[in-house]
C-alpha cells in the first residue's frame, strides 16, 4: 500500500477548502477512518482498514496511520493466504506549487492457511514474518480558474519482506520462506475539481505507470531451490498501469466523506480492484 501518496491526498483534500476556514478558528489535527475492499483476479475478496492521526504544521505535516488488510499469494497447485498490520509514520511539506512527502513503515505478515485442491490445512512451518519499507513522492500542483488543478509526481518505494513457499518432502508438504526485496518506482498525474459551498467538495481522477524491480511473490515455488530456505528467491522485473477515480464531499466545516474506486491493469500478479468509503473529522 502507496501510503505517503495517500496521506498526502487526504491532507491537499482538506486544504481545498482552506481559503474558506482561515478566518475561524484554525484546524490543525485531521483523523481518518477508512475500509473497503481488495479484489484480485482470480482470488478472493479481502477487506483492509485504516485509522490515521495527522498534524498540519503550517504548510508542513506529520501523521501516524495503521492498515490491516488480507491477501494471497498464488502458485502452481496452492494458494498461499496473508494478513498484513503495518504502521506507518509520514511527513511531507509543500513549496509553492511543489510538494514533497515521504515515510517508513514497520509490520507483520501473518501466514493463514493453505488452500489446495485437496482442502485447507494449516501452514507447517513458519507462522509470520516481519515487513517493512520506505518511500517517497515529489509532485507539483498547476491550478486552472481556482477550480480544477493537475498534479503530475512521481514516487519511488522500498519494501522488505518474506514470501512462503512450498515444497514436498517424504515428510509431507511444507512452507518455507523467502526473502523479498525491491524498489518500486511511479509516475502519473492526477486531475481534481473543487465545487460547492466554499469548494468543500472535489472529484477526480488518477492515472500512474508503475515499475518494479521485483515481481516474485506472484511466481510460482518451483523456479525456487526448497534445499536452501535462508537464499533470496529471485527478482522479477514488473510494470502495470494504476487508475482510479475518487470524490470528496464536504458534510461540515469539520467533516468530510471520502469515497474511491481503482484498478490495476498489466501485473504480473494479476490486476486488482480496489473501493474504499472513509471519512475525515478536522480539530
Do not use: C
Not at 33 to 50: C, M, P, Q, V
Not at 93 to 100: D, S, Y
Not at 110 to 123: F, L, M, N, S, T
Amino acid at each position: 500500500m502507496r501510503r505517503s501518496v495517500f496521506l498526502f491526498a487526504l491532507v491537499m483534500g482538506a486544504a481545498h477548502s482552506a481559503a474558506a476556514v482561515a478566518a475561524e478558528a484554525p484546524l490543525v489535527w485531521m483523523l481518518t477512518g477508512a475500509g473497503g475492499a481488495l479484489k484480485r483476479d482470480s482470488d478472493r475478496t479481502h477487506t483492509y482498514e485504516a485509522v490515521a492521526l495527522t498534524r498540519k504544521l503550517g504548510s508542513a505535516y506529520i501523521s501516524a496511520s495503521i492498515t490491516h488488510f488480507g491477501a494471497d499469494v498464488r502458485q502452481i497447485d496452492v494458494t498461499l493466504t496473508s494478513s498484513y498490520t503495518i504502521g506507518y509514520v509520514a511527513g511531507g511539506a509543500t513549496f509553492g506549487p511543489w510538494f514533497v512527502d515521504g515515510y517508513a513503515s514497520l509490520g507483520d505478515q501473518h501466514y493463514g492457511q493453505i488452500i489446495a485442491g485437496a482442502g485447507k490445512r494449516d501452514v507447517n512451518g513458519p507462522t509470520h514474518s516481519g515487513v517493512r519499507g520506505v518511500g517517497g513522492d515529489v509532485g507539483y500542483i498547476k491550478w486552472f480558474r481556482d477550480t480544477w488543478s493537475v498534479a503530475p509526481s512521481a514516487s519511488l518505494q522500498w519494501i522488505d519482506s518474506r514470501a512462503l513457499r512450498g515444497q514436498v518432502s517424504s515428510a509431507g508438504p511444507s512452507e518455507y520462506e523467502t526473502r523479498e526485496t525491491g524498489a518500486t518506482f511511479g509516475a502519473g498525474a492526477r486531475i481534481d475539481h473543487v465545487f460547492g459551498a466554499e469548494r468543500g467538495n472535489s472529484i477526480g481522477f488518477r492515472y500512474t505507470h508503475y515499475v518494479s524491480t521485483n515481481a516474485s511473490a506472484a511466481l510460482s515455488s518451483a523456479a525456487r531451490s526448497a534445499l536452501d530456505p535462508a537464499r533470496q528467491s529471485g527478482h522479477r522485473a514488473d510494470g502495470w498501469e494504476d487508475l482510479g477515480g475518487y470524490t470528496t464531499l464536504r458534510l461540515t466545516r469539520r467533516v468530510y466523506l471520502d469515497l474511491s474506486v481503482s484498478r490495476t491493469l498489466g501485473a504480473l500478479a494479476g490486476d486488482m480492484t480496489t473501493t474504499a468509503l472513509g471519512g475525515r473529522v478536522l480539530f
